[in-house]
């Protein structure tokens, strides 16, 4: 595997999956509102002032929905949504309501707290200086954003598609649609960009067939100004269970947790042998399971709570049974992807139909 380009390949998809990381997506202009009138720009300009950008001082509420086609929502009734804050210099804020309870988090520059009402336990992890830029980014994050877009050009056509107003700021349209040539569910990914911070502002990824986005992660609020320092100072709620780390301080339990889970993941990364197949938007990673298909289920089967619990049962509701040279299986489709896993434990993963998962499974050793 050619680790520079595989790292690329996922940096690419990485950059618009971490405008969702960064919760910065907003609300399209209303029916009828005309586009903002902003100066022209190119994508090469545009990408390169996102990747060069710092996240000033704002608040902001932001929603999150998705229609993937699944059988079960990934998300609370489709949605989910949390308040974010940022002081402009590395210290942040965000709260998740959920129906019974609010998760906080809190970075004050110096450590990150997290504190689950639910439990009323409180994380703290002590990381030192604040997180710099380069730490976040890279050391020269604009050479990065040219690279991403250099390779991510090789699939696609990327260009500047307009003006819009995201949460009443105005925003650069910026798509990214796969050449006609490659086979993928996607038809095309949409991110607005503030026209004055270079913040992205709005996410859409768009699936063939699709009128409404698969996903969408957007602002619904968002005020960019100097805000309350109190927002980011944290004290412990009374009574709370306060759980402390510190970098590498092996010594704590929490930290031989995170550790031993860690080594496990890797361990278990390893033991798949996970490879990636074909190029661009017909990319599928691929890897084989540490035994077959059937000895997994009757585990599952075993470990099922309650009686009536039917491992094979289950997996037949939301998948098809399919076949061919390779073998039989079972393929799981979404409005964005598609998973084939064979009765030997091969599995095949990518944002493709499911006749590439077949051409590339005979690859997965």
């Known amino acids: 595997m050619n680790t520079k380009r595989t790292a690329l390949a996922v940096a690419g998809a990485g950059v618009l999956a971490g405008v969702i990381g960064l919760g910065v997506l907003a609300m399209p202009a209303g029916a009828d509102e005309p586009p903002p009138v902003l100066p022209q720009i190119s994508a090469d300009q545009l990408v390169e002032s996102v990747a060069t950008a710092k996240v000033p001082a704002l608040a902001g509420k932001v929603t999150a929905s998705e229609n993937l086609g699944l059988p079960m929502k990934l998300l609370p009734e489709g949605t989910g949504s949390a308040s974010v804050w940022s002081d402009g210099q590395n210290r942040y804020r965000a709260t998740l309501p959920s129906r019974t309870s609010e998760k906080t988090f809190v970075e004050d520059g110096g450590t990150l ?6 439990s009323n336990t409180v994380s703290k992890f002590v990381h030192g200086d604040a997180v710099t830029k380069e730490k976040l980014a890279g050391s020269d994050p604009a050479t990065l954003g040219k690279d991403l877009l250099n390779l991510v050009r090789q699939y696609s056509d990327v260009k500047v598609d307009g003006t819009a107003r995201v949460a009443t700021r105005p925003a650069y349209e910026l798509v990214v649609t796969p050449k006609p040539t490659e086979r993928t569910l996607l038809r095309e990914i949409r991110v607005a960009v503030d026209s004055e911070t270079r913040l992205p502002l709005r996410l859409q990824v768009l699936a063939n067939g699709q009128s409404e986005p698969a996903v969408k992660v957007e602002f619904t609020e968002l005020t960019v100004g100097p805000q309350n320092a109190d927002l980011f100072k944290f004290t412990p709620p009374q009574g709370a269970t306060v759980k402390e780390r510190k970098e590498g301080d092996s010594s704590d339990k ?8 860690r080594k496990g993941m ?40 309650g009686k009536g619990f039917d491992a094979n049962a289950l997996l037949k509701s939301f998948a098809k049974e399919v076949s061919g040279s390779w073998g039989s299986g079972y393929v799981f489709s979404t409005k964005v992807g598609t998973a084939l896993v064979t009765t030997d434990g091969r599995v095949a993963v990518g944002a493709v139909p499911e006749q590439v998962l077949t051409e590339a499974i005979g690859q997965v050793k």
């Open 254 to 261: 929490g930290a031989r947790g995170d550790a031993d889970m």
């Open 266 to 305: 890797g361990n278990l990364l390893s033991n798949l042998k996970l490879q990636t197949i074909g190029e661009g938007w017909d990319t599928v990673l691929g890897a084989k399971l540490p035994g077959d298909l059937n000895g997994m289920l009757g585990q599952m089967q075993g470990n099922g709570r």
């Open 113 to 118: 707290w997290s504190w689950d009402s639910q």
